[in-house]
């Protein structure tokens, strides 16, 4: 096994399917040991990006690194370094999760225990049950449990929490960042803006296959520089006021309130705000 500084280089990528451009020309660097959130609209191009990544799919021109090799040419070993959880569920209706999990634990040389592994994704109390009565959520769980039964180095997920309730989500993230934590690279693509804040170290935006930005989440567009909203209860009601200099304004509200300002808050624009904004909505 060998270190490499990145996980994942792209240069010039395009695909052409027959009548449309999925992907025009993306350059993107994924680090290793960095969690890496893929957002864009419905076909931008995430999923077709992804599966070349992951070697399911051939691109039409362009460079691709990933663990430092051509996906197109990958091995058996390189695919053991690399766990998928694809965007559509697998099918093994008659099994049981317990018996998917441990029937998958085999293809790899060094999988990680499938009792555990039902155990980190909140299976254990489903895992007797056959996969076909399990809910959609729940077999987005039995997904992600294929994805890193084998311990991969890299992780794909592709949109790994559509269908999960609140709480389901939460614990997703916390698996997340434990997998992050001991070093697993991951590229998630997501359409919920939350939590790509919650875990990615950098955020790539896709539009018309296009990578028109990246950046940490805090960063992305104007977030940490653009005019902020200073908000407060004045005597007539609630009352905003959108300044490049917050602290001035809330000195000016300290003193003329003489003390506390009621009801302050100061915000900058979200992520959802900045996100919109660049593909071209809510302008
Ligand atoms: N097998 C295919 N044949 C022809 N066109 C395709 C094929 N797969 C995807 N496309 C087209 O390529 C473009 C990008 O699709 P892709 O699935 O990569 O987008 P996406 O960003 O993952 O979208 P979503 O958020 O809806 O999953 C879309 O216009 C889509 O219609």
Not at 145 to 164: C, M, N, S, V, Y
């Amino acid at each position: 096994m060998y270190a490499v500084a990145d996980a994942i280089t792209v240069r010039g990528l395009h695909k052409r399917y027959r009548s449309a451009v999925a992907v025009d020309g993306v350059d993107l660097d994924v680090h290793a040991g960095e969690v890496f959130a893929l957002l864009g609209p419905n076909g931008a191009g995430k999923t077709t990006t992804v599966e070349i990544l992951e070697g399911f799919r051939k691109r039409t021109s362009g460079e691709v690194s990933v663990l430092g090799l051509d996906p197109q040419h990958a091995d058996a070993a390189w695919r053991g370094r690399v766990g998928v959880v694809l965007q559509s569920t697998g099918e093994f209706d008659d099994l049981t999760a317990r018996e998917v999990v441990h029937h998958f634990a085999q293809y790899y040389p060094d999988a990680a225990d499938p009792d555990e592994v039902l155990a980190r994704v909140g299976l254990t109390e489903k895992q007797d049950d056959r996969t076909r009565v399990l809910s959609g959520g729940q077999k987005r769980r039995l997904d992600v449990a294929l994805g890193i039964i084998g311990r991969p180095e890299l992780l794909f997920l592709d949109e790994p929490t559509t269908g999960f309730d609140p709480e389901a989500r939460r614990e997703f993230w916390g698996l997340i960042r434990g997998l992050a934590a001991a070093g697993t690279t991951i590229l998630l693509t997501t359409h919920y803006l939350d939590e790509a804040e919650a875990l990615a170290d950098r955020v790539g935006v896709l539009s018309g296959g296009r990578l028109i930005a990246v950046d940490a989440p805090d960063r992305l567009g104007d977030r940490g520089t653009g005019a902020a909203t200073v908000s407060w209860l004045g005597p007539d009601g609630p009352a905003s006021e959108q300044t490049d200099a917050p602290t001035a304004v809330v000195t000016r509200l300290a003193a003329q309130f003489g003390g506390e300002v009621p009801g302050l808050t100061v915000t900058r624009p979200s992520l959802e705000d900045v996100y919109l904004r660049m593909i071209g909505v809510g302008e």
